[in-house]
T-cell receptor, first 116, second 114 residues
């Protein structure tokens, strides 16, 4: 059961364009929604994250939009650059003490290519 | 400060062979995780640990075992490797949840089972 669904699977954007990646989740107990960026041959690294008490968070060219009622959130990359070419994963987690931990549930990933 | 280090980076196994993947972190993190990454399936949690001496099952634990004898190390074992275990394995660690819950990942181990 995939609790976090991500689309599209791949995305090609021209330099300077806007890249948009969407995610939908099922578990309303999730309370932390990060995006991870992964370059080839590397491990994922945290890019930006949001909590459900805000509808938008912006860091530089990267923005997360969050719609709690629709259980959806999206990553927008403004002025996309060739250096942004990577795989992007959305994720969700729920605060859990003790043995539950704070496990991240990941989406399927989106391979972004930004053409020069 | 090396962060999260995985050993080895690449490995080819024959079906039925066993091996251990080592993960070491130098950030004094309590929580450690093992994920596998397969095309189109994202990262799926295999096992995790919330502290030294503890382990728990994740989404896809079958065929794997883990141990956390020391806080800084988390070992993933394959007792009898199968072709279905061909994947890229990532170890991650994080500080206990107090607001921001960033997970730090290693560079991965690419395992091929033939």
């Amino acid at each position: 059961q995939q609790q976090v669904k991500q689309s599209p699977q791949s995305l090609i954007v021209q330099k300077g364009g806007i890249s948009i990646i969407n995610c939908a989740y099922e578990n309303t107990a999730f309370d932390y929604f990060p995006w991870y960026q992964q370059f080839p041959g590397k491990g994922p690294a945290l890019l930006i994250a949001i909590r459900p008490d805000v509808s938008e968070k912006k860091e530089g060219r990267f923005t997360i939009s969050f719609n709690k009622s629709a259980k959806q959130f999206s990553l927008h990359i403004m002025d996309s650059q060739p250096g942004d070419s990577a795989t992007y994963f959305c994720a969700a987690s729920r605060f859990g003490a003790g043995t539950s931990g704070s496990r991240l549930t990941f989406g399927e990933g989106t391979q972004l290519t930004v053409n020069p | 400060n090396a962060g999260v280090t995985q050993t080895p980076k690449f490995r080819v196994l024959k079906t039925g062979q066993s091996m251990t993947l080592l993960c070491a972190q130098d950030m004094n993190h309590e929580y450690m995780y093992w994920y596998r990454q397969d095309p189109g399936m994202g990262l799926r949690l295999i096992h995790y640990s919330v502290g030294e001496g503890t382990t728990a099952k994740g989404e896809v634990p079958d065929g794997y075992n883990v141990s956390r004898l020391k806080k800084q190390n988390f070992l993933l074992g394959l007792e009898s490797a199968a072709p279905s275990q061909t994947s890229v394995y990532f170890c991650a660690s994080s500080y206990p949840p107090l607001g921001h819950r960033e997970a730090f990942f290693g560079q991965g181990t690419r395992l091929t089972v033939v």
